[in-house]
């Protein structure tokens, strides 16, 4: 194992373990049906351009120093923002930046990705693309603590920090 970076799953035995540390938006269940995980439900305009995600409020990331909590962080629609903007980074170079093509872009070239509140997540997409929640339940899509990533840089992934049913001990 070469990293616990989910940012960084892109094969098998990355993608097993990091299933076991990290949750995203959805999940697939044993049939491939997209079901929910971190967000409790979803809706998708008409024109199906737009993705509203609305989050659990249950869920929190595991205990780490940095947070200033005793029992983890709660995760945040702004969690996802960065987590879905960071795998897009091309000075990153993840191999999953591709999942975040369909999103639509600003004019400074940025992702349309909002949090409108703690518990709303917002994705614009530059044209309606049906298999969009799929892609979303892969690991690459994973949310992480922005502070977290950001204290330990490119060693995130021997110290990583998710909301799975295991942690990095």
Known sequence: ???????????????????????????????????????KKWNISDDGKTYTFFLRQDVFFHDNPIFNEVNGRKVLADDFVFSLKRIANPQLACPGAW??????????????????????LVINLTNPFPPFLSVLAMQYCSVLPKEVVEHYGTNFRNNPVGTGPFKFK
Not at 15 to 32: E, G
Not at 110 to 120: F, G, M, P, R, V
């Open 99 to 120: 999942t975040m093509d369909y999103v639509a872009r600003n004019n400074n070239n940025d992702l349309l990705i909002e949090a409108k509140n703690d518990s709303i």
């Open 1 to 39: 194992i070469l990293t616990l970076d989910p940012a960084f799953a892109k094969d098998q035995a990355h993608t097993w373990i990091c299933n076991q540390l990290y949750n995203s938006l959805v999940q697939l269940d044993d049939k491939l049906n997209v079901k929910p995980c971190i967000a």
